[in-house]
């Protein structure tokens, strides 16, 4: 059997965890386009503009050979980042608050400049725009998703996978986000991932190490998530477990639907919406995320 990419059910890190707190919130973030605009719609909120902006930047410098790294600035590279999340376009509804974000970026950069760890050393880039690969042909399932940072081993040939965490709270211990990762490096290029890390860049000069998932473990459990999904789209099963009242995870794009929401541009064929007034923003940063 050959696999066919455009009727794939394509599944990530965030789209399972979408899935997994919500089939509901599920289907409008991943799965729905807007009937007049043929696009899909998504939340902006100031903590997810502040994660773009600064892995923007680390994101730039896995393309810049070792010793050219620091040449320049990172503050310089995240004024021109912190461009695209500006103003309304970032969920800020005033300058105060903004400034807010934008320092605790430049602190997280200045905290990368000063410690500079593994990104001072060899990298390895994968290919692929989007890191992707066929968990099952058979099931017509793709799993894809982007590795924040790869260091290079040299006395091993490996790899050692890192993530960057520019939020306040701690990934929890049952995320898939690590599984999913290594299952990504062994296919998506051809050396084996023996060491797996954070860094809360936001909190800790050090990598926080993490157990490396046991690939085949890790594989038979995204996979059974992933069937999950495809199997809720096929019967059309994606419905809040809290009912019609909704919960904090659809209710804000329940809002979209409803025109309640604040439209604020295109960005990547996916209409923007932000929340109508700031203190909804702050609320919801950490439930956006």
Known sequence: MVGDKFSAVWVSHSSIGDFKKCPRAYYLKNVYKDPKTNHKIQIMSPALALGQAVHTVLESLSIIPTDLRFKDSLIDKFQDSWQKVSGLAGGFHDPESEQRFKLRGEEMLRRVM?????????????????????????????????????????????????????????????????????????????????????????????????????????????????????????????????????????????????????????????????????VDAIEMESEIL
């Open 114 to 278: 000063r410690v500079k760890g593994p990104i001072a050393r060899l990298s390895v880039k994968i290919k692929q725009e989007l890191p992707h690969y066929w968990l099952s042909e058979e099931d017509n399932i793709i799993l894809c998703g982007k590795v924040d940072w790869l260091e290079y081993l040299p006395e091993t040939d490996s790899v050692h996978i890192i993530d960057f965490k520019t939020g306040k709270s701690e990934e929890d211990a049952d995320s898939l986000q690590l599984p999913i990762y290594h299952l990504l490096v062994k296919n998506c290029q051809h050396r084996s991932a023996t060491k797996a890390s954070y860094w809360y860049i936001d909190m800790s000069d050090d990598l926080q190490e993490k157990v490396l998932p046991d690939l085949d473990e890790a594989e038979e459990k995204v996979l059974q998530f992933a069937k999950k999904m495809k199997l809720a789209r096929q019967l059309n099963l994606m419905k809040c477990p809290k009912g019609d009242d909704g919960c904090r995870d659809c209710l804000p794009f329940e809002k979209i639907l409803r025109g309640q929401m604040q439209f604020v541009g295109v960005n990547d064929r996916r209409d923007m919406y932000i929340f109508p007034q700031q």
